[in-house]
Every structure is written in structure tokens, then in C-alpha cells.
């Protein structure tokens, strides 16, 4: 049984590019959700895709959008980098039809560590 | 927004010692979910909880949900070296199957 998977492994651009991460959800999963973590912080919510529409935004600019694809996959897109957006960058996911509250157990990839010179 | 506070910040403890943390929100949760995070890993699930008072375990893990349903606590008996790491609390408020808001972690270290 596949777990979350996500690509790159690592990233690094410069200042003001932009950059796509790509993740591929648990088998059986349907709910894909970002999240951004800093060194020495707990993830913070970025998004939640479902169906193919973003159901959940946390608090962060536009600059941060993402797409889900007809096979539950997905991406994350963050154009004109900053230097704080440095971070290692999960993708989890989740299985919302499961219904009730065993829809909120998300299981995380391994990250993509980004690195913005 | 909803804040977790999770204590201690770090703990530093002698293998078969048992271990206690927890968390604590600002808010109303209904779902308390603990996780631990190995170095250039992503977090791995331990328990989850959905009831007020609920008290789930997991081998030698033991976590509950608090009455208030603003608090959870994990807790690590007999502790062993691949214990090491970063644990996590994080919870899930209203019936929104989304958000997760994640406390600091404690970083556990476990010495032989």
C-alpha cells in the first residue's frame, strides 16, 4: 500500500521564481491538504483540495495556489519567492468520505524541502 | 485564530523512563490527533482522538482527549531509544475535515 509521495525531495530557486511541488495522495485517499512548516515550528495550514476545488484556505497570500487533478494527485504552486519561504513543504491526505471525524486523520509525505536564496 | 500551546518544549530522559506531555488550545476542538516527526521526515500518526474524555493507546502510547475539550496528553511509558524525536499535537475544530492546527512539538531525546 502506497503512502503519500511528493516530489522534489529538494528545491532550491532564488529570490522572486516560482515553483511547483507535487504530491500524490494514499491509496484510496481523495482529500489532499498543504501544509508549510519553518525549522523548529509545527506545520501551518496552507490549503485542503477536494474534488478538485480548494475547500480550506489558512492564512496565506495568493502568491500560494494549488491544484487538484481528476486522480486525486495534486500540486502546489508559489510564484515570486521569498527568502521566508524557506521550509519544508507536506502534503497529507485524507479520505473526507470516510465520514465523520476519521475524515480529519491526515497522513503526511516526507516533504520538499525548498530553499529560496 | 485558534492557538496550541504544547509543553515542555523539550525533554531530555533516561531509556525506560516514562514520558508525559501536552497541549492546550485557546479553542474548542473536536479532534485531537498526535504526531511524531523524525528528522527529514514527515509526521507520522500516533493516535487520534474524537471524544471528550476519551483515553486511546497505541502499544506503549497512551493519549487523551480532555473534558474541557480544549486539552490532550500523551504520554510514553518505559521509554526506549527509537522514541527519539518530535512530537506533535495538533487538532481539528467544528466539522471542518481540514484544518489541522499543530502545537510547537516537544523534541524528545532518550538517552541509553
Known amino acids: 500500500d502506497a503512502g503519500v509521495t511528493q516530489s522534489p525531495t529538494h528545491l532550491i530557486k532564488t529570490r522572486g521564481q516560482q515553483v511547483t511541488l507535487r504530491c500524490s495522495p494514499k491509496s484510496g485517499h481523495d482529500t489532499v491538504s498543504w501544509y508549510q512548516q519553518a525549522l523548529g515550528q509545527g506545520p501551518q495550514f496552507i490549503f485542503q483540495?477536494?474534488?478538485?476545488?480548494?475547500?480550506q484556505r489558512g492564512n496565506f497570500p495568493d502568491r500560494f495556489s494549488g491544484h487538484q487533478f481528476p486522480n486525486y494527485s495534486s500540486e502546489l504552486n508559489v510564484n515570486a519567492l521569498l527568502l521566508g519561504d524557506s521550509a519544508l513543504y507536506l502534503c497529507?491526505?485524507?479520505?473526507?468520505?470516510?465520514?465523520?471525524?476519521?475524515?480529519?486523520?491526515?497522513?503526511f509525505g516526507p516533504g520538499t524541502r525548498l530553499t529560496v536564496l | 485564530g485558534q492557538q496550541l500551546n504544547q509543553s515542555p518544549q523539550s525533554m531530555f530522559i533516561q531509556e525506560g523512563e516514562d514520558v508525559s506531555m501536552n497541549c492546550t488550545s485557546s479553542s474548542i476542538f473536536n479532534t485531537w490527533l498526535w504526531y511524531k516527526q523524525d528528522p527529514g521526515e514527515g509526521p507520522v500518526l500516533l493516535i487520534a482522538?474524537?471524544?471528550?474524555?476519551e483515553l486511546t493507546s497505541n502499544g506503549r502510547l497512551t493519549a487523551q482527549f480532555g473534558i474541557t475539550r480544549k486539552d490532550s496528553f500523551l504520554n510514553i511509558s518505559a521509554s526506549i531509544p527509537s522514541d527519539v524525536g518530535i512530537y506533535f499535537c495538533a487538532g481539528s475544530g467544528g466539522t471542518s475535515y481540514g484544518k489541522l492546527t499543530f502545537g510547537q512539538g516537544t523534541i524528545l531525546t532518550v538517552h541509553p
Open positions: 483540495y477536494y474534488e478538485e476545488e480548494e475547500r
Open positions: 497529507a491526505s485524507s479520505f473526507l468520505l470516510l465520514g465523520g471525524r476519521k475524515g480529519n486523520e491526515q497522513f
Open positions: 482522538l474524537y471524544k471528550a474524555g
